[in-house]
């Protein structure tokens, strides 16, 4: 009962080097979702995606990329890491049919970009 | 424009007081639903309850229940008794079936022994 997964749990990186956070879910939910968190902003949409190869933009997009090539993984790409980006992301997953939108969430990740 | 405003920023309370969390919504949209989650100490985001639009009944869960009112568009967090492990940041969110959940920033709640 893995439920939903997100790797690494903890990453410092250096400016200008690329990243990529995995988030992985075993409940075949149709919907997979990124969020960062920071202080004072509470959760932001970076990007969603409704199914495989069908993803969206969010409220704050610029500088990530995503791709979801299978129904359980979603990894959420920094091309280029910015010191804006040190953050703590979290991905969510949601059944829209059977659980009416409810989003559950992995654990995390923490990010420092120096 | 969807929003979430929770006014309070940090709330401390002494032990088996009781505390209530505010939620204020902005939604255009008749059908929606809202949501509370908990971020405890260790970081995850804990789902606590939904409610859609069209169900105003109050529920109750524990020592935790939630009120809800579209007159005044709250949707607001009591816990009656509270312990040291309700100590956790609580968020409000907000969903009007455009697949986007808007959060709140959130409520940290103290709550010492």
């Known amino acids: ?39 004072g902003h509470g959760l932001r949409l970076i990007y ?8 969206d933009k969010g409220e704050v997009p610029d500088g990530y990329v995503v791709s979801r090539s299978k129904t359980e993984n979603f990894p959420l790409t920094l091309e280029s890491a910015t010191r ?10 949601s059944d829209r049919v059977e659980i009416q939108e409810t989003q559950y969430f992995g654990p995390g990740t923490r990010l420092l970009v120096l | 424009a969807q929003k979430v405003t929770q006014a309070q920023t940090e709330i401390s309370v002494v032990e088996k007081e009781d505390v ?49 009112q579209k007159s005044t568009s709250s949707f607001n967090f009591t816990i009656t008794a509270s312990q040291v492990v309700d100590s956790a940041v609580y968020f409000c969110a907000l969903t009007s079936g455009t697949d986007k959940l808007i959060f709140g920033t959130g409520t940290r709640l103290q709550v010492f022994p």
């Open chain 2, 20 to 68: 209530t969390l505010d939620c204020v919504y902005e939604t255009r949209d008749t059908t929606y639903y809202l949501f509370w989650y908990k971020q405890p100490p260790s970081g995850e985001l804990v789902f606590l309850i939904r409610r859609n639009s069209f169900d105003e009944q109050n529920e109750i869960s524990g020592r935790y229940s939630w009120n809800f």
């Open chain 1, 1 to 39: 009962d893995a439920g939903i997964t997100q790797s690494p749990r903890y990453k410092i990186t250096e400016t200008g080097r690329q990243v990529t956070l995995m988030c992985h879910q075993t409940w075949s939910h149709s919907y997979m979702f990124w969020y960062r968190q920071d202080l």
């Open chain 1, 84 to 93: 804006s980006q040190t953050s703590v992301y979290f991905c969510a997953s």
């Open chain 1, 48 to 55: 969603y995606s409704a199914a495989a190869d069908i993803t």
